[in-house]
């Protein structure tokens, strides 16, 4: 009887081991570590900060496109968020924030805080569009005719997203934000710089705080061109290391784009 319980008990070790999660994957964004002396800031904290802290992260680290090829260059994440790219090329830069910030909202049926601007200056309203309005073309201008049954599903919220990824971009989404200061920096804010044809946005994820000296220091998401899976960057200084510090200087640089001190904004409501 003795041999046996220590075989059992053999065995159920071996399990355990081989469920073992590998070395650096996590199954959250919050709980990848914080630098040595930092502490995630619960000062003020609010339930997005909650919602990205628990955004679900992948085993596989490989970031996948819209297609289902791979990226080409995967040097640039920490870890990947699970949550679906769609099959088009639409959830870019600017849409991930976008997309982000509407998943948490939708969570919480705040479907009157759902909505964003096309380029050309239109308010796309999620409410609006689940009560059947859809947007039609007329005269090169954007236009919406109540065309469709009023439905509040999952299903047609994310078809309303793919609506907004057509026609807004970070021109757009950056007119609806409002400038803040780094030293204000929390999970939720968006560096963001517009250009032509491109510019880019990445989305803070989290922010810890060292006690002793105050210096904070933040995690950023992204995705990218082409339409890709949301993912935690790598911070280039540091590969095995996704945090960066406020004191960045005058240069941010990320693996995929360089943003100044003056990008950093945040959704007005």
């Known amino acids: 009887m003795m041999w046996f319980l220590c075989l059992v008990t053999l065995l159920a070790s071996c399990t355990e081991k081989t469920q073992e999660k590998p070395l650096g994957v996590y ?7 914080p630098p040595d002396g930092f502490v995630r800031d619960t000062t003020g904290i609010d339930s997005f900060t909650l919602y990205l802290r628990n955004l679900e992260l992948k085993e596989d680290k490989t970031v996948y496109l819209y297609n289902g090829q791979k990226k080409e260059n995967q040097d640039a994440q920490f870890a990947v ?7 088009r090329d639409l959830q870019q830069c600017a849409d991930a924030v976008i997309r982000l910030r509407a998943e948490y909202l939708f969570s919480r049926k705040e479907y009157k805080r759902i909505h964003y601007n096309f380029t050309n200056g239109e308010r796309a309203e999620y409410k609006s569009y689940a009560e059947g309005d859809r947007p039609v073309l007329l005269n090169n201008q954007v236009r919406w005719a109540r065309t469709a049954k009023r439905d509040y599903s999952y299903k047609t919220f994310r078809k309303y997203l793919d609506v907004v990824f057509t026609y807004a971009g970070t021109l757009s989404l950056n007119a609806e934000l ?6 204000e920096i929390q999970p939720g804010d968006i560096f963001i710089q517009t250009g032509y044809p491109y510019g880019h946005a990445v989305m803070v994820a989290d922010v810890a705080i060292n006690k002793q000296t105050g210096q904070r220091t933040f995690m950023l998401v992204q995705s990218y061109m082409p339409a890709q899976e949301i993912h935690v960057l790598k911070n280039p200084e540091n590969t095995n290391n996704p945090w960066y510090t406020i004191a960045y200087g005058h240069d941010l640089n990320t693996p995929e784009w360089t943003f100044k001190s003056i990008d950093l904004r945040r959704f007005n409501d």
């Open 81 to 87: 968020v699970k949550m679906d790219v769609g099959n």
């Open 27 to 33: 199954d959250r964004i919050g709980e990848i570590p």
């Open 178 to 183: 409002m400038k803040i200061s780094v030293d």
